[in-house]
Nanobody
Framework: VQLQASGGGLVQAGGSLRLSCAASGRTFSSYAMGWFRQAPGKEREFVATINWSGSTTYYADSVKGRFTVSRDNAKNTVYLQMNSLKPEDTAVYYC????????????????WGQGTQVTVSS
């Protein structure tokens, strides 16, 4: 599985962005998909995850109520809608795929995209 994240950019605090992650391959629906982020000088951290059908999602407490993860298996794409953005959301955002397991644990993901930069100005 190859993953290509896009949609990052510069936005003012309080604004919104929608990230997309396009996956190659015909087994996209076999994977749970996750979003992680990494700010400069910090560890990569979990943001959100969604199961293969889209029926179950989990979020980090820091983004709960502001971010929404979704997927379209027909388009092999997972999305991260980010609203009410804060300067502390500034990071490189990565999408990742985990085969047959819904997890918030970084090391359990099998494939990673290249990352897309999100910068939130105050």
């Amino acid at each position: 599985v190859q993953l290509q994240a896009s949609g990052g950019g510069l936005v003012q605090a309080g604004g919104s962005l929608r990230l997309s992650c396009a996956a190659s391959g015909r087994t996209f629906s076999s994977y749970a998909m996750g979003w992680f982020r990494q700010a400069p000088g910090k560890e990569r951290e979990f943001v959100a995850t969604i199961n293969w059908s889209g029926s179950t999602t989990y979020y980090a407490d820091s983004v709960k109520g502001r971010f929404t993860v979704s997927r379209d298996n027909a388009k092999n794409t997972v999305y991260l809608q980010m609203n009410s953005l804060k300067p502390e959301d500034t990071a490189v955002y990565y999408c990742a795929a985990a085969y047959s397991i819904l997890t918030m644990t970084r090391r359990q993901y099998d494939y990673w995209g290249q990352g897309t930069q999100v910068t939130v100005s105050s």
